[in-house]
DNA sequence: CGGAATGTTGAGAGTTGTCAAACAGCGTGG
DNA sequence: CCACGCTGTTTGACAACTCTCAACATTCCG
């Protein structure tokens, strides 16, 4: 149940993440300045890392594995909030407390940098600061999008939605062109889904089939999909798909 | 149906968003730069400010009156995704094209400035950027806390909600202390709210109703609302409410 | 005064939630 | 090796909540 630190620090030039995180635009120097700080933690699978209204003294990136922000009601109802995957920041500078739940959904690691020298050195690297505003930008737009699906979308297209989200993800990490038929394996659990889509995991599981019976999607096992036609699933998401892949 | 421009700028030190808006942390000087390529434009009610999609030229801040930010399918199913009240910016620096449509929903008059010299400015002027980066974090957080509204509260919930969230800003403007009866008009129609919340218009009014014969609320007119007990009115929101009020 | 926009209320239908039972996969231990 | 129990998933029957469609009331403004 305990985080492992590591005090050994691979070098960030090797980092995996190295150009998609909030480190990304950093010079040599400032690379040098923040593998002072850094150190490494990793959890394991249905960890919780940080509580909701904890004092939060440390920030940092996922390296690798997958987390889940939620937040829940004093009734049990929980709401997911965000998914964290490798290179998305967790933590927010010049706050003190965490206002969710942030929950290892996979073995994780993280680089993590102590909160008052990380804000200290972001106040004096223009680099961190403006990638973290790209980031902290896309992510607001990412909870946007999908409080149009919370808000108004159906049952079966908020599954779809959820579908196309991993999809196109998925396909982003393996450099994959988004060709034809797609197959990726789903990372969360039905009830994850169902907390993420604003559903019940009864209806998740529902939907689920109904695609799979209409023939939108193929499963093997419970988590592994292959999605024959992206078109057709956006289609079923809801989403203007028309411009782009055929074309 | 035209926006007026104005060429006349009013001196920043007398602007009644100075202190919350994105120039709140600048310097002297800073706001000299910033006064040098602000211009002011005012739309009427209804006027749509930017649509989604299109190439935005220019960013600025609410000074007063409001709009909304909202996402519509091709269906014609509509979602909120903001609500810009006076102080809150509008625009994405570092973007190119607008994400939603951003429609005014009373008379409205803003603080613009072209987006390529406010980039620059930005760049050169870290107080602003860390303004923007707080301000963003905000806005952030206050879309997912509206996530846990769209997904898991009831349509009764929604709406006490909605109300708590309007009453207590109004509350910050005026700088009401919160005390016992609060009093304010809605800014919204029906319709409005129901595209805030993920709602039918017809289930909007019925809730409102219904809080209404069980004395949560009162109400004069359609927009006018007071609200007798604060405490009880974030009950019935299903928000962790016990703390403060009282104490 | 009349028409359009906004808001209220009712009846019935449909989608999703609730409760319940059963199945599948998987690691543990006899 | 197989029984066992745990977690995760599927499926069914029914109930409840919200939506849809419709009529009517109210307010705003020309």
Known sequence: ??????????????????????CARCEMDELERLEEIKYYRSFEAGQTIIWSGDKMDF?????????????????????????????DFVGRPGREGAAYDVVATTDILMCCFRKKPFEK??????????????????????AREWMLVLGRKTAREKIASLLSIIARRDAS???DGGVRPMVFDLPLTREAMA???????????RQISALKKDGVIHLEGKRHVTVPDMGRLMEEAGDDSDGGVFA
């Open 59 to 87: 920030v940092g990136s996922v390296v690798s594995g997958i987390a889940t922000l939620t937040q829940t009601m004093e009734d049990g109802r929980t709401q997911m909030v965000g998914l964290l995957l490798p290179s």
């Open 173 to 175: 990490l393996t450099g």
């Open 1 to 22: 149940m305990t985080a492992t630190i590591q005090t050994i620090s691979p070098s960030c030039s090797d980092c995996p993440i190295r150009h998609r995180a909030v």
């Open 195 to 205: 907390d993420y889509l604003g559903l019940t995991l009864e209806t998740v599981s």
């Open 121 to 142: 050195l972001m106040s004096e690297t223009p680099h961190i600061a403006h990638r973290l505003l790209e980031m902290t930008l896309d992510e607001l737009d990412a």
